[in-house]
C-alpha cells in the first residue's frame, strides 16, 4: 500500500484528513476488524478465550496495559500484534523531533515552523511499524533513555540552560502519537519507574527540574513477570495503579495450540512431520506439570520450538551425510534434541542426579501418548513374530531412510507398513521410515519387543 500524496498541511486539510488520537485510532480500527470478521491478532494461538478479549476490552476502554506471565508465553508477539490495530500511514510534521500530527505542532521549534510556514508546512507519511518502539528493561538504563536529558552540545551553542530546546527526547516523547512497549518492566530500577509517573498520568515530562507542557499521545504497554517469582525487581504501586489493565497470559491450554506455535515459531531446516512435533509439544506439557521441574521459572514455549529445530538439524544433518534428496526428521531424532534441550529446565534442588532419567521419562511418556492417538487399531503382531523369529531392525542418526526401509522384514501380502504410513500421512521414504520407526518404539515402550542402543544405533528384536 502506498502512502497519500498530500505533502504541505494546506494539501492535508484540502483531502479532509481527520486528527485522531492514539487511543481512538486504535479503537477505531480493532471496531471495523470485530465488525467485519478479520481476525485483528493473527499468529497467536490459544488466547481466544481468555487473553485477547481482555485485551481488546481494555485497547476499546483506552488504557496502558501491562501483561503479567511467565517466559515464552507470547507477551512481546502480542504486544508486537497490536501494531497492526494503527492506521496503514499516518501524517507527520517533515523533520519534526517528536513525529507531531500537522494540525497539532508541540515543540517550540515545530510551532514556529507551522507559524511561518503556514499552509506550505512539508509534512511526510510514517508507516505504522514507525510509531512503535520497543525497549528492553535493564537494571543499567537511565531516566534519560527513557525521558531525555538536557544536550550539553545545545547548550554550547549559547542556549540556555532553562530553554526547552536545550533537551534531548528519550525514547517515550520520541514515540509521540505512537506505541511504546517496555519488555520486563519490573527490571527497570524503581527510580527509573518515578521518572515514567508523569507520562502515565498528566501526559508531560519532567527533565532536569523543570516541566515540559508537552501534551504527548502515546500508548504505553509492558510485559513482566509474575511478582511471585521474580527477584530481579518489581513494578512500584504508583506506577502499576496509573496502568488501565493488568492482563495474565498463559501457556497453550490446547495441544493443538502448542503444535501451532511450535510450527509457526521454528525456522526449521528439513521436513518435521506433524507427529514429531506433537511427541515436542506432550514432552513441554509434560515438564510443566512435573513436580520435578521448578514450575517457578515456567517452561518456555521456546523449548519446544528449539527442540523442533534441533530434531530438523539432526535430520539434515543424517540427509547430507547418506546422499539423500530429502532431509526427513525421524523418532531417533530426538535424543538429538534431548542432549541439547536439558540445559533448558530448572529442577527442583531435590531432583539432583535424576536429571537425565527425569527428562528420559516424560519423552517416552510423551511419545506413547502420540502412539496411542495415531496408531490406535492397527495390529502389528505380524511385525512383532518377525521380530521374535530372528528379525532385526536397524535405525539410528546415520541410518538413512532407503536403508532402513530396505532393512525391513518381509511380511508377504501384509499391507501393516503401509497402513502404519497411512495413518501417519507419510508419502516419501524418509517419512515412511520415521512412521514405521515410531510403530517400533511403540512395539518397545509396550514391551513387546526389545531394543539396544550402543554407539548411534539402535537394535529392535
Do not use: C
Amino acid at each position: 500500500m502506498t502512502p497519500p500524496t498530500a505533502a504541505t498541511v494546506g494539501e492535508l486539510r484540502s483531502s479532509g484528513h481527520v486528527q485522531r488520537s492514539v487511543r481512538d485510532e486504535i479503537r477505531d480500527n480493532l471496531l471495523a476488524a470485530l465488525r467485519d470478521g478479520r481476525d485483528p491478532w493473527p499468529g497467536l494461538h490459544g488466547f481466544s478465550d481468555t487473553v485477547l478479549p481482555q485485551l481488546e476490552r481494555a485497547l476499546l476502554a483506552g488504557h496502558d496495559v501491562v501483561l503479567l506471565g511467565e517466559r515464552g508465553q507470547g507477551k512481546t508477539r502480542l504486544l508486537r500484534t497490536v501494531v497492526g490495530l494503527l492506521d496503514e500511514f499516518s501524517p507527520v510534521i517533515d523533520g519534526s523531533e517528536l513525529g507531531e500530527h500537522p494540525y497539532e505542532p508541540i515543540t517550540p521549534a515545530s510551532r514556529r515552523r507551522a507559524a511561518e510556514l503556514g499552509d506550505d508546512l512539508p509534512i511526510r507519511w510514517r508507516s505504522r511499524e514507525e510509531r512503535y518502539t520497543e525497549k528492553l528493561a535493564t537494571p543499567d538504563t537511565a531516566v534519560a533513555d527513557l525521558i531525555g536529558d538536557v544536550d550539553p552540545m545545545k547548550v554550547a551553542e549559547g542556549r540556555s540552560l532553562g530553554d526547552p530546546e536545550t533537551i534531548h527526547y528519550g525514547l517515550i516523547p520520541r514515540s509521540h502519537r505512537g506505541i511504546v512497549a517496555v519488555n520486563e518492566l519490573p527490571d527497570l530500577a524503581e527510580r527509573i519507574q518515578v521518572a515514567m509517573l508523569n507520562v502515565m498520568e498528566e501526559r508531560d515530562i519532567q527533565v532536569r527540574g523543570y516541566v515540559l507542557g508537552l501534551p504527548l499521545d502515546v500508548l504505553v504497554l509492558a510485559t513482566a513477570n509474575p511478582e511471585d517469582y521474580t527477584n530481579r525487581g518489581r513494578i512500584i504501586t504508583p506506577l502499576k495503579d496509573r496502568f488501565g489493565a493488568e492482563i495474565r497470559t498463559h501457556y497453550p491450554t490446547e495441544l493443538e495450540d502448542e503444535v501451532a506455535v511450535v510450527r509457526q515459531e521454528a525456522h526449521l531446516v528439513a521436513d518435521v512431520p506433524d507427529h514429531l512435533l506433537e511427541i515436542l509439544a506432550r514432552f513441554t506439557r509434560g515438564l510443566r506439570s512435573s513436580s520435578a521441574v521448578d514450575q517457578r521459572s515456567g517452561v518456555s514455549a521456546r523449548f519446544a520450538i528449539a527442540g523442533a529445530e534441533t530434531v530438523a538439524a539432526a535430520a539434515l544433518h543424517r540427509a547430507t551425510r547418506q546422499g539423500e534428496n530429502e532431509a526427513v526428521a525421524r523418532p531417533v531424532d530426538l535424543e538429538a534434541a534431548l542432549d541439547v534441550l536439558a540445559g533448558k529446565i530448572e529442577f527442583e534442588s531435590g531432583e539432583e542426579g535424576r536429571e537425565d532419567a527425569i527428562l528420559d521419562h516424560l519423552l517416552r511418556t510423551a511419545v506413547a501418548e502420540t502412539i496411542g492417538t495415531h496408531l490406535r487399531g492397527i495390529d502389528l503382531a505380524l511385525l512383532v513374530d518377525a521380530l521374535e523369529h530372528g528379525a532385526v531392525v536397524t535405525t539410528g542418526e546415520q541410518v538413512g531412510a532407503r536403508e532402513f526401509l530396505a532393512a525391513l522384514p518381509v511380511l508377504g501380502e501384509s499391507e501393516l507398513y503401509d497402513d502404519i504410513a497411512a495413518r501417519l500421512h507419510a508419502t516419501n521414504d524418509g517419512q515412511r521410515a520415521g512412521a514405521i520407526e515410531l510403530a517400533l518404539e511403540g512395539l518397545y515402550l509396550t514391551r513387546r519387543v526389545g531394543k539396544e542402543s550402543v554407539g548411534g544405533e539402535t537394535v529392535y528384536g
